[in-house]
Nanobody, 115 residues
């Protein structure tokens, strides 16, 4: 079973930047898709960005132009670069991977944005 470990969360002021990391225990090139989700208190979990096996990317409309998903194949790590953060971006951010093993989630990392 592939394991995912997120890091990089923290507290920033609005307009600031953070980079989240998701380190996978397996080869990320074997995963059909890797994605970042977020969940704020009292809200449903929502997809933020994803990157496919081929390297194509997709973004939620609310983060397009501000967030960038990227991967380092050698490190088996996927990143979420977040710029121009807004208070509404505050949430627990979770990494998700889907591959031949099925699907798996990381434990999440908290992002706090103050106005």
């Amino acid at each position: 079973q592939v394991q995912l470990v997120e890091s990089g969360g923290g507290a920033v002021q609005a307009g600031g930047s953070l980079t989240l990391s998701c380190a996978a225990s397996g080869n990320i090139l074997t995963m059909y898709i890797m994605a970042w989700y977020r969940q704020a208190p009292g809200k449903q979990r929502e997809a933020v960005a994803d990157i496919t096996m081929s390297g194509s990317t997709n973004y939620a409309h609310s983060v397009q132009g501000r967030f960038t998903i990227a991967r380092d194949i050698a490190k088996n790590t996927v990143y979420l670069h977040m710029n121009s953060l807004k208070p509404e971006d505050m949430a627990v951010y979770l990494c998700h991977a889907v591959g031949p093993f099925g699907g798996t989630w990381g434990q999440g990392t908290q992002v706090t944005v103050s106005s």
